[in-house]
C-alpha cells in the first residue's frame, strides 16, 4: 500500500492498479462489481419497486395512484386467492412429482447406458428443449384437439367412438407442463445418478442384498440431491406458469401467474398484481431455502 | 455406472419417453407440408406455407430481433457472468454472502414476477419498452446462469498453471489472458450458449418488456398460435427445429474433432 | 479452435442480419391494433404507394391496449380503440388532435358514423370499422337453435361454448340476460351477474377474443359470444353457421382510427388513415375482414369491384344487420369508477 504522502497524479495511479494486481480482496470486487451493479439496478430495485407498488392505489382508469392503502393485500385474503394459490400449489407439485416419477427410470437408463452412448442420450432430450417452447405448446394443442391427432387415432383403432374432450381441460395443462419440465427434472437426476460409484453397488451385492434392496437402501438416497435440485428447477416456474394455462386451459383455468398478468395488462389494477407478486415470491423463497438448507444448491444443477 | 445390461423393461420405457417428447415435433414438422389452411386433415403435399413464411414481414422482422437480443444480451452476460465465477470461485471479499445471493435470485425468482418488475420499472423511468429494454432484461437473466455453469467447470480448476505462468515473467493480465481464459474456454462456451437459448426461447419476460416494432420470434408464434392458426406456424416451427438441429449437429461434431 | 470460429461465425452472421435488416426511422409506421384487423395486403399497398414501411404489433382487448401505454409502450403511432376506449382516453388525455386537412378521405364515411358521442367533432379519431356482439352457433351441432343468451345456460351447452375474453363484453351480455343495463354501475346488479356468470362457467369450454371463429370450425365449441367480423369468417367456411342478435339484446360497437400522444411519425400516421379510409383500402379490408364497413365510398366501390361479395355483405346478419337487429343492440360505455368492479368479476369469475 501506498505509504508516501506524494500528491503526484501519476504516483497515485500506479498505485490503484497495484492494488488490483496485489490485493486479492480488490480482485474479487473488481470481478464480482459488474454483477452486482447491473443486478441492483434491474433487479433489485424493480422488486422493491413492486414492493411499494403493492401499498399504492388503483385510479379509476387503472393508473397507479401513490396513496398508501393496504387494501390490496386485505384482497388477497379472500378465499378466493387462497384457491387460486392452492391450485398453482396443487398444479406445481402435480407437474415435480410426474416429472420425477417419469423422469427417473429414463435418467436411471441413461446413466447405466455405455459412456459413448450417453452423451447421444442426453442431445436427444435437449434437442427438444432448444426448439421454441410455444411451438411445443402449439404441437400438443394440434394432437388434443377434439379432431385432433390423439382422438383421430383413437377414432380409427375403434377404442372410441366419441372424440375425448382433453384440450382445454385441466389434464391438457398438466400434460402441457409435464412436458415442458421434463427435461429440468431428468438432468439433475442423471448427473446425480452418474456419480454413483460402481464399487458402492458391487459392495452391496457383496454384503448379500438384493438388487431391489441395493436400489433402495444405495442409489436412491444417493441421488437425492438430484431430486431435490430438479424439484427446484421444476416447482417454482410450474407454480407461476400462465401461458400452459392459458393457451391449453383455454384461459379458463386462473393461476397465480394469470391472475398478476392480468392485473398488470388487462384489469390495470397495478398495486394488486404487485401484492399477488409479493405473496408469489414470498412462497418461492421459502421453498427455495427449505430446500437449500437441506442439500445446497450448485453443481448438481450442471451436467 | 455399472455395464450390466438394463432390463427390458426399463428399455422400452425409455423409448416410450422419448417417443413422447418427439412426436409432437414429428407431426408439427410433416403438417406443415399440408396443403389443407386448417391443420385438421391432410391433404396433400405443399411448400406454399415456407414460401409465405420467407415473405412474412412480420416473421423477417422478428427473427431480426430475436437473433439482435440474444447476440447481444449472450455476449455481455457471458464476460459479466464469468468474471462473477471467478470471483465467487477464487476469491473472499467483504460481502461475499450477498453478492452470491443476489447474483442466484434471478434463477428462483418466477419469471412473471421479474417480467412485471422490469416492466413497472421502465414505466417509472419512463424508458420507452422496445429493443432496448428486452435486451437489457435478457442481460439480467443470463448473468446467474452463466456464472453458475462456469463456477461449476472452475472446481477442478488447478491454480499451478497460473502460479507456473507468473514464476515465468507473464503479469497477471498476460496470465489471465493466455493462460486461465483459454483453459476455462469450455465452461465459458457452455455459459454462452446457455444463455444464447435463454434468450432465444424467452417469452414471459420479452411479453412484458417488449415495445412498438420489438417483436420477438417467440412473441410472433404466440400470436400466429394463438390466432393464424395456418401451417405457416408449423412451417415456421419446422425451420426452427431444422436450424437447432444443424447448430447443435456442428458443435457436437466440433467437439468430437476436438477430443 | 474449432469452437472460436463457429462462434465468430455466428456473431458476423448475426451482425450482418442486423446491418441488412435495419430500418431507416423516419420511414417507418407503429402500428398497434387488434389481431385479424389489418390485412397484410393493405400494408404492402400503403408501403408500396408511399414507401413507408408498416410494424404492425397486435393486442387482443381495449384493455390490454389501455394497459400497454399506459405502462409506457409510446412509439406507437396509430391505435385502433373501440368506443369506450377512446372515451377514456380522451378523458386522460392520451390522445392526439386529427388534423383533418391531411384526411381529405374523411368525406367518404357515411354521416351516420361521424361525430359520434364519444368523440363530438371527430377530433381525435375517425371510424374504421364498426360491428355488433351476438351468439354465434353451429346448427348442424348445437343441441337446439339458441334464440336467447339464457338458451346458453341450458345443460345441453356443457363445456361447448366459446366466448370472447373480453370482460365488459361478457359481464354485458350477462347483465342482459338477467335484464339489466349492460353498463350499469349499481354494485348490486353487479353483485347478481357475478353470480350468473358463475353459472354459466360449466358451459364455457374456453375464452378466446383472438380466433373465437377457429374453435366453432374445428368443432371444440358448438355455440358462442362473438364478434359480427368472427362469426363471418366462420360462415365463410361454413355456411351451418348461424348468426343472430338474441331475445334479450346484444351489442353494437363502434373502432377508430387514433393517434396516440407523441407519437413518433405524425405525417406518416395521418398518411395512412387518409388511406385506409379511401374506397380500395375500404374493400381490402371488408374482403379480408368482414366485419361491417362505415365507408359508403367503399361499399360503392365494392358493388363494382366484387359482386358476389359485395351480396353476401348484404345478406349477412354478421356484416350488414337489419334495423330490427340493431334496435336490440347496445354499446359499451364508460362506467368511470364502475371499472374496478367490473374488472374484479371478471378476474374473480375466472378464478372459481
Given amino acids: ?214 436400489f433402495l437402501r444405495v442409489t436412491l438416497p444417493l441421488s437425492v440431491p438430484g431430486m431435490i435440485a430438479g424439484t427446484i428447477l421444476v416447482f417454482i416456474p410450474a407454480m407461476g406458469m400462465f401461458v400452459v394455462p392459458d393457451l391449453m386451459g383455454g384461459a379458463k383455468t386462473m393461476l397465480i401467474g394469470n391472475v398478476i398478468r392480468n392485473q398488470f395488462l388487462t384489469a390495470r389494477d397495478w398495486p394488486f398484481g404487485a401484492a399477488a407478486s409479493m405473496l408469489l415470491m414470498l412462497l418461492t423463497m421459502v421453498f427455495t431455502l427449505y430446500y437449500t438448507r437441506k442439500a445446497g444448491f450448485g453443481e448438481e444443477l450442471l451436467i | 455406472m455399472s455395464e450390466k445390461k438394463p432390463a427390458l423393461w426399463l428399455r422400452i420405457y425409455t423409448f416410450l419417453v422419448y417417443a413422447y417428447i418427439y412426436i409432437p415435433i414429428l407431426i408439427l414438422i410433416i403438417f406443415s407440408f399440408n396443403k389443407q389452411k386448417l391443420n385438421i386433415r391432410w391433404e396433400g403435399f405443399t411448400l406454399q406455407w415456407y414460401e409465405k413464411l420467407f415473405n412474412d414481414h412480420q416473421v423477417l422482422l422478428a427473427t431480426r430481433n430475436t437473433l439482435l437480443i440474444a447476440v447481444i444480451s449472450t455476449l455481455v452476460a457471458t464476460v459479466i457472468g464469468t468474471m462473477a465465477a471467478l470471483a465467487l470461485q477464487r476469491y473472499h471479499f467483504p460481502g461475499y454472502g450477498a ?144 436450424v437447432v438441429f444443424v447448430i447443435l449437429f456442428i458443435s457436437e461434431y466440433a467437439q468430437r474433432r476436438r477430443a | 479452435m474449432k469452437k472460436y470460429r463457429i462462434v465468430t461465425l455466428f456473431i458476423l452472421l448475426a451482425l450482418l442480419l442486423v446491418a441488412c435488416g435495419g430500418q431507416k426511422a423516419s420511414n417507418v409506421l407503429n402500428l398497434y391494433a387488434w389481431s385479424e384487423y389489418v390485412p397484410q395486403g393493405l400494408l404492402d399497398d400503403f408501403t408500396a404507394q408511399t414507401g413507408i414501411k408498416v410494424n404492425y404489433d397486435t393486442y387482443s382487448s381495449n384493455e390490454e391496449l389501455l394497459a400497454k401505454l399506459q405502462a409506457g409502450a409510446s412509439g ?77 345456460w341450458d345443460p345441453a351447452f356443457a363445456n361447448s361454448l366459446v366466448v370472447l375474453d373480453d370482460g365488459r363484453e361478457i359481464i354485458g351480455v350477462v347483465l342482459q340476460t338477467l335484464g339489466y343495463d349492460k353498463n350499469t354501475t349499481d354494485p348490486a346488479q353487479l353483485d347478481e351477474a357475478k353470480q350468473k356468470f358463475l353459472e354459466l362457467m360449466p358451459n364455457i369450454r374456453l375464452f378466446d377474443s383472438d380466433s373465437p371463429q377457429s374453435a366453432l370450425l374445428n368443432g371444440e365449441a358448438w355455440a358462442g359470444i362473438m364478434w359480427n367480423g368472427n362469426a363471418a369468417l366462420a360462415y365463410m367456411e361454413n355456411p351451418d353457421i348461424v348468426y343472430i342478435c338474441p331475445e334479450e339484446g346484444c351489442g353494437v360497437w363502434f373502432d377508430n382510427l387514433a393517434i396516440p400522444k407523441n407519437a413518433p411519425h405524425m405525417d406518416a400516421a395521418l398518411a395512412f388513415i387518409n388511406y385506409v379510409l379511401s374506397p380500395e383500402a375500404s374493400v381490402m379490408i371488408t374482403e379480408e375482414f368482414p ?21 353476401s355483405y348484404m345478406d349477412f346478419s354478421a356484416t350488414n344487420p337489419s334495423a330490427e337487429f340493431l334496435a336490440h343492440a347496445t354499446p359499451i360505455r364508460d362506467v368511470g369508477d364502475a371499472t374496478t368492479l367490473y374488472d374484479r368479476i371478471w378476474t374473480e369469475v375466472k378464478g372459481e
Fill in chain 1, 1 to 214: 500500500m501506498n505509504t508516501a504522502r506524494v500528491p503526484d497524479k501519476t504516483t497515485r495511479r500506479f498505485s490503484l492498479t497495484k492494488t488490483l494486481r496485489e490485493s486479492p480482496v480488490a480482485q474479487g470486487l473488481f470481478l464480482m462489481g459488474p454483477t452486482n451493479t447491473y443486478l441492483i439496478v434491474f433487479m433489485v430495485i424493480p422488486l422493491i419497486l413492486v414492493t411499494v407498488l403493492s401499498f399504492m392505489s388503483r385510479g379509476t382508469y387503472g393508473e397507479v395512484v401513490y396513496k398508501f392503502n393496504i387494501e390490496s393485500y386485505i384482497r388477497l385474503f379472500d378465499p378466493l386467492y387462497a384457491k387460486i394459490l392452492g391450485y398453482s400449489l396443487l398444479v406445481g407439485f402435480l407437474t415435480t412429482v410426474l416429472s420425477l416419477v417419469i423422469g427417473y427410470p429414463m435418467a436411471y437408463y441413461i446413466a447405466r447406458a455405455p459412456a459413448r452412448q450417453r452423451s447421444l442420450l442426453l442431445f436427444l432430450i435437449l434437442l427438444p428443449f432448444w426448439t421454441n417452447f410455444i411451438i411445443r405448446i402449439y404441437a400438443w394443442i394440434m394432437i388434443l384437439r377434439s379432431s385432433g391427432f390423439l382422438n383421430s387415432f383413437l377414432q380409427w383403432i375403434g377404442v372410441i367412438h366419441e372424440p375425448l374432450n382433453i384440450l382445454y381441460t385441466p389434464t391438457a395443462v398438466l400434460i402441457g407442463m409435464v412436458y415442458e419440465f421434463l427435461p429440468f427434472m431428468v438432468l439433475p437426476l442423471y448427473t446425480s445418478l452418474e456419480k454413483i460409484e460402481n464399487a458402492q453397488l458391487e459392495a452391496a451385492a457383496d454384503l448379500g442384498a438384493p438388487p431391489w434392496k441395493a
Fill in chain 3, 76 to 152: 406507437y403511432d396509430v391505435i385502433i380503440p373501440s368506443d369506450y376506449t377512446v372515451a377514456i382516453m380522451i378523458k386522460q388525455g392520451m390522445l392526439e388532435e386529427l388534423d383533418h386537412s391531411k384526411i381529405p378521405n374523411f368525406a367518404n364515411l357515411d354521416p351516420r358514423f361521424t361525430n359520434p358521442e364519444f368523440d363530438p367533432g371527430d377530433k381525435y379519431t375517425v371510424p374504421y370499422q364498426w360491428g355488433t356482439t351476438g351468439l354465434a352457433y353451429d346448427k348442424t351441432k348445437a343441441p337446439f337453435e339458441p334464440k336467447s343468451w339464457a338458451d346458453l
Fill in chain 3, 291 to 311: 366485419y361491417s364497413s362505415p365507408n359508403t365510398a367503399g361499399l360503392e366501390y365494392l358493388k363494382t369491384y366484387d359482386a358476389d361479395l359485395y351480396r
Fill in chain 2, 99 to 242: 453478492s452470491e445471493t443476489l447474483m442466484y435470485i434471478p434463477i428462483v425468482i418466477p419469471e412473471v414476477v421479474m417480467g412485471i418488475s422490469l416492466l413497472a420499472f421502465f414505466s417509472l423511468i419512463k424508458f420507452q419498452l422496445g429493443l432496448a429494454t428486452i435486451t437489457l432484461s435478457h442481460i439480467a437473466f443470463n448473468i446467474p446462469f452463466v456464472a453458475l455453469v462456469v463456477r461449476a467447470r472452475l472446481h477442478g480448476f488447478d491454480k499451478s498453471i497460473e502460479e507456473a505462468s507468473m514464476d515465468l515473467g507473464a503479469n497477471e493480465l498476460t496470465t489471465f489472458w493466455r493462460v486461465t481464459l483459454p483453459t476455462i474456454m469450455p465452461g465459458v462456451l457452455s455459459g454462452a450458449m446457455l444463455a444464447l437459448t435463454l434468450s432465444l426461447d424467452d417469452y414471459v419476460i420479452t411479453y412484458f418488456t417488449a415495445g412498438p416494432g420489438s417483436t420477438t420470434l417467440p412473441l410472433r408464434i404466440f400470436s400466429m398460435v394463438r390466432f393464424t392458426v395456418t401451417p405457416e406456424v408449423n412451417a415456421l416451427s419446422a425451420l426452427w427445429v431444422a
